[in-house]
């Protein structure tokens, strides 16, 4: 369908208030527009439960889509029992929920890739420079194959899905080994070295000072190509600034005091949500 306005949001976090704020401040119609989240629905902010309720029955009636983040993929590994539930996360109530199974179902046939336009492309939290696109989305299917699959699969995978190794991506990567390795790259990369290794600690702003040999991802030569835009969400210390013509931070950091952020891809305006997290 065409859609009137469509736009890209950042993080949420749980942050419920700021999501209805934010939709009151771009006028959102959901009968003609659309959102499309960068991952990490749920998690520090005040109700993750009503923030994945929306976002699942925006998805249902064609409103909104979104990519998987970390913490959407912690909640999965939380509920089939290979995670335990950090108080901090905030989500038991999700599992408490009589809809718990419906809502978790759904966010396990969410992608990791999404490319809502020709020319714009959204991931958690970015693509390493060593992939094409076209590489980028064939990992991607690969993983979201496994997500889908029989509970058996989903289980395996989530029983291996943590862990920094192998930090380097390999084509003749096989298995959980691959899979761990490309959930890195989509869903916690920040910083890599010139050969897409990559570094897991660091999480602070560009002035910080980083590990020897290790960038942003975002400022090695990527094989993009110039036409495409990527929008990424996960790393708030970046406070959602634009990185260059083509690559767009939009983790406005909502849930540590700043606010949620929109790209609208029709005119390329930003929106900020009018409050930040409910907490
Ligand atoms: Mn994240």
Redesign the pocket.
């Known amino acids: 369908m065409a859609y009137r306005y469509q736009y890209i949001i950042g993080?949420l976090q749980g942050c419920f208030a700021a999501l209805q704020a934010l939709k009151e401040t771009i006028e959102f119609d959901e009968q003609q527009d659309c959102l499309y989240f960068a991952?990490?629905l749920v998690a520090r902010g005040e109700d993750s439960l009503s923030t994945l309720r929306e976002v699942k029955r925006l998805a249902d009636v064609g409103a909104a889509r979104t990519v998987l983040?970390?913490?959407d993929l912690n909640l999965l590994a939380v509920w089939r029992g290979f995670q335990k539930l950090k108080d901090k996360d905030r989500t038991q109530p999700i599992f408490a929920a009589p809809d718990s199974d419906a809502l978790l179902h759904w966010l396990r046939r969410q992608p990791l890739l999404l490319q809502p336009v020709a020319d714009a492309i959204i991931v958690?939290?970015g693509i390493p420079p060593i992939w094409t696109l076209a590489q980028a989305s064939q990992y991607a299917r690969e993983v979201e194959k496994v997500l889908v699959s029989e509970l058996d699969h989903l289980d395996a995978y989530l029983g291996h899905m943590y862990g920094s190794q192998p930090d380097v991506w390999q084509e003749d990567l096989s298995g959980y080994e691959r899979w761990r390795t490309i959930t890195n790259y989509l869903?916690?990369m920040r910083l890599c070295d010139e050969h897409g290794k990559l570094e897991f600690e660091f999480k602070d702003d560009l002035n910080a000072p980083m590990p020897d040999g290790f960038k942003p991802w975002f400022e090695w030569p990527n094989q993009l190509q110039d036409h495409v835009n990527l929008f990424f969400?996960?790393w708030a210390a970046l406070q959602g600034m634009q990185i260059s013509p083509q690559v767009h931070a939009l983790d406005g950091g909502c849930v540590w005091g700043g606010q949620l952020m929109a790209y609208r891809l029709e005119d390329r305006q930003l929106f900020t949500s009018a409050t930040g997290c409910g907490l």
């Open positions: 993080d991952g990490d983040g970390n913490h958690h939290a869903t916690r969400g996960h």
